[in-house]
């Protein structure tokens, strides 16, 4: 039972150092914060793209196509930013 307990704390203790973070104005940032707001500054950008292209009105819900986006968009910015 120790051994078990004494395992998964180390997992978890392994586990906390792995996230990588930015010095971003002489404080610390999470890098996937990082990602995040270049997902959704990007995931703006390309909306008004759409709207301006007129492709807005025939997208569909816009609720699910923007989130969608911004994932899309946030997720590719982590993978190009910092996959290791």
Do not use: K, Q
């Amino acid at each position: 039972m120790t051994s078990r307990v004494a395992g998964g704390a180390a997992l978890v203790l392994c586990a906390a150092a792995c996230d990588p973070v930015l010095n971003v104005a002489g404080s610390f940032f999470p890098a996937w914060m990082v990602a995040m707001l270049v997902g959704v500054a990007l995931t703006v950008a390309v909306r008004l793209v759409f709207v301006v292209a007129g492709l807005e009105p025939h997208l569909g819900p816009p609720v699910l196509i923007y989130a969608s986006l911004g994932l899309l968009l946030t997720v590719a910015t982590w993978l190009v930013l910092y996959r290791a």
